[in-house]
C-alpha cells in the first residue's frame, strides 16, 4: 500500500530536482523524494538510538569492572601516548 502526497517546494528546489533527473541520478522526481525521504527517516532513526545508547550510559556509565583489564589498560596507554604527544582532545 502507498500514500499520495502533495507537496509545494520552492522554485530553485524543484530546478534542483529537474537536474536530479535530467543527470540521470534518477528515473522520475517521485523516485528522488522517495529516496530522499528514506534518507532522512533512517537518519532520524539513528539519531533517536545514538540518543538512546548515551541516556543509557548517562544512567549506567561503565566502570573499570566493566571495561575489563585489557580495554582499561588500552585507554590509559592512549591517554600516555596523547600526553607525551602534547594532544589534547
Known amino acids: 500500500m502507498s ?5 509545494r517546494i520552492p522554485d530553485d528546489l524543484a530546478e534542483s530536482l529537474e537536474d536530479l533527473v535530467a543527470s540521470g541520478r534518477f528515473e522520475t522526481k ?3 523524494i522517495r ?3 528514506e534518507t532522512l527517516v533512517d537518519a532520524e532513526r539513528r539519531r ?3 540518543e538512546l545508547i548515551v541516556q543509557g550510559y548517562l544512567r549506567m556509565p561503565q566502570g ?3 571495561l575489563g583489564g585489557a580495554t582499561l589498560q588500552t585507554l590509559h596507554e592512549l591517554e600516555a601516548e596523547e600526553d607525551e604527544a602534547g594532544l589534547s582532545w
Open 30 to 32: 517521485a523516485e528522488a
Open 64 to 66: 573499570e569492572a566493566v
Open 3 to 7: 500514500e499520495q502526497i502533495a507537496v
Open 35 to 37: 529516496s530522499a525521504l
Open 48 to 50: 533517536r538510538i545514538g
